[in-house]
């Protein structure tokens, strides 16, 4: 228990400082590691088995809507990014480019993809020549970069990993039926996979997408009064279609121009992760995605040889594993305590303590990581409370993520009366808005930003101005 306690006090205060915190259990659970290269990171095996577990069941959501898997080049011609003014106006800043290749200097510039609309596009625009090769609905899981000038472990980097979809339709309706589809797969994967409860909403004119006419996305709010953009589906409409010339013979025999999306989520879904479920401890996993779901430690003394004990718990494994991601901890070296702290940083759901004692009695100790509670369990109802503990872990992450955000909810008319609170404390702003510019920019002054625009009329009346407020609007301080 010494050991234990010492090691815990090497995580910083989540109160005092969460972003030192957020960084520690980053590096201190493997979930990634610094790179050599200015604002990336390599993300270690842990972390990577997070991100494939989110991946498994994103592509599955993704193939089941009806989408095909595909892959495109790195590097961009810098003329296909030209094409469309708004575009290359929205990612200027970020862009890596590429001026020399094979010892010389290339005739074209080269983008390294910051997002690849523009070389999709261009490649849609030679496969779609008559209305029956509509829809298409192409996804790429792909690594991109954009050039961040202050960057923090999964939340922004230089380089960053995630799936990008793009469809092309031929009708506006269908597009919007698209976007608004894949907008509700993610909130599905956030809510009942990352256990995160989200809001859902559209971006302003000047927080969305570059070359967008429609924005939509689903935001978090982390513990420290934070919120994150975790994803965001665009209704692109024809203005990419015009760039690069994709006419298609429509059911009248005339000309048309497809409809087009995009929509995307990226590792950024692990620092959600991180920040919303996060304790002193270290990570929490929520189970329908954590590598981990099971760790076995066996607890070894002189009442019985050490071979005989991996050989029991090696069989309670093989029992487990047809239904659980299970994992033995077979290290030597360290104490049961020094173990039972590494798992808890590493935010496994459950532990398994199995000794001489509990092989003899065909029972095991079993440890719950968010509640904290011990029981003794018989191997033959291990299956079964296992599975149950494990689902009530996972309801349990989204009833206390759900409650902390109420409290971090509020609704107030003027921004002169909740300034100094959404500048110290954080939190959801729910507000009205005239949906001019110039009331939008008054929220730098504290650091904060227009987050989406929802269904709801609460406020009649602009936080900043008193014009009418056509819906209400979420503000807060955001990643």
Not at 113 to 128: C, G, L, N, V
Not at 208 to 227: C, P, S, V
Request: charged residues 25%; contains cysteine.
């Amino acid at each position: 228990m010494n050991d234990q306690k010492k090691s815990q006090q090497t995580l910083p205060d989540i109160q005092a400082s969460f972003s030192d915190w957020y960084n520690e259990i980053v590096y201190q659970a493997e979930l990634a590691d610094h790179a050599p290269v200015r604002g990336c990171i390599v993300m270690r095996p842990y972390g990577y088995a997070l991100w494939e577990e989110i991946k498994k069941v994103l592509d599955k959501k993704i193939k089941d809507t009806g989408h095909e898997n595909a892959q495109f080049p790195l590097l961009i011609p810098e003329s296909f990014l030209k094409r469309e003014a708004e575009h290359i106006e929205g990612f200027a800043p970020e862009l890596a480019v590429v001026t020399h290749a094979g010892g010389k200097k290339l005739e074209e510039p080269l983008v390294v993809r910051p997002t690849s609309e523009t070389i999709i596009h261009y490649m849609f625009a030679q496969w779609i020549r008559s209305w029956r090769d509509l829809p298409l609905k192409i996804n790429q899981w792909a690594n991109v970069v954009r050039w961040e000038m202050r960057s923090r472990p999964f939340l922004r980097t230089t380089e960053f990993w995630w799936q990008e979809g793009h469809t092309a339709h031929e009708t506006a309706d269908e597009a919007l039926l698209e976007a608004k589809t894949m907008l509700n797969e993610y909130i599905d994967l956030a809510q009942n996979y990352l256990a995160i409860p989200v809001l859902a909403g559209k971006k302003s004119e000047s927080e969305k997408f570059a070359g967008a006419d429609t924005t939509f996305t689903f935001e978090g709010l982390m513990q420290d009064g934070k919120a994150l953009q975790m994803g965001t589906s665009h209704m692109i409409s024809q203005q990419f279609a015009h760039a690069f010339g994709m006419k298609y013979q429509d059911r009248t025999g005339g000309e048309s121009y497809p409809y087009l999306t995009s929509w995307g989520a990226t590792t950024r879904l692990i620092g959600a992760v991180i920040m919303t479920h996060g304790d002193q401890k270290g990570l929490i996993m929520p189970p329908r995605v954590a590598p981990v779901q099971v760790i076995i430690v066996p607890i070894y003394n002189k009442s019985m040889p050490n071979a005989d004990v991996d050989t029991a718990i090696a069989s309670l494994k093989k029992q487990l594993d047809a239904q659980l991601r299970v994992k033995i901890d077979s290290d030597t070296q360290s104490t049961p305590g020094a173990k039972f702290y590494k798992w808890e940083l590493k935010g496994v759901p459950v532990r398994l303590e199995i000794g001489p004692r509990d092989i003899q009695q065909q029972t095991v100790i079993m440890s719950n990581r968010v509640t904290g509670e011990k029981q003794t369990v018989a191997w033959q109802d291990l299956d079964r409370v296992l599975q149950e503990t494990l689902a009530s872990i996972q309801a349990l992450l989204f009833d206390r993520a759900y409650a902390r955000r109420a409290t971090q909810w509020h609704k107030c008319a003027k921004l002169t009366a909740f300034a100094h609170d959404l500048e110290t404390k954080g939190g959801f702003y729910q507000t009205g808005w005239c949906r001019k510019r110039e009331c939008e920019a008054k929220l730098k002054e504290y650091k904060a930003t227009t987050r989406c625009l929802i269904e709801e009329r609460q406020f009649p009346v602009c936080f900043n101005c008193d014009a009418d407020s056509p819906s209400d609007v979420i503000i807060a301080r955001s990643y």
